[in-house]
């Protein structure tokens, strides 16, 4: 048997679902356990590129040596390596500014 899930119309959670997820979110992140998730891949990364709506923007950076060489040692499409861990870091400290 096969299912469809659509996103923008899920199935509502349970009780006990809700309260499980209320449980989490009310944790502080060092209380959380994330030893089974597993570390992103090269791999993973080559193949998760979200869609740009915008074109990018040209700048001269300046980043260390030993960081640009391991960028540049995974191949081409170092730059766009480069930006996707930079999108990761402000997706993750985004609310922080708020």
């Known amino acids: 048997m ?3 899930i659509d996103p923008k119309h899920p199935k509502p959670l ?3 679902q809700r309260k499980r997820m ?3 979110a009310d944790m502080p992140d060092e209380a959380i356990d994330y030893s089974d998730i597993p ?6 990364w080559a193949a998760h590129r979200p869609a740009r709506a915008e074109p990018k923007a040209q700048v001269t950076l ?3 040596r030993d960081v640009l060489d391991y960028f540049k040692d995974g191949g081409a ?3 766009t390596r480069i930006n996707d861990v930079l999108r990761s870091f402000v997706a993750a400290h985004t609310s922080d500014r708020r």
């Open 39 to 44: 570390a992103l891949s090269p791999a993973f």
């Open 14 to 16: 349970a009780t006990a």
């Open 77 to 79: 499409g170092y730059q």
């Open 22 to 24: 209320q449980a989490v």
């Open 2 to 4: 096969k299912y469809k």
């Open 62 to 64: 300046r980043i260390d």
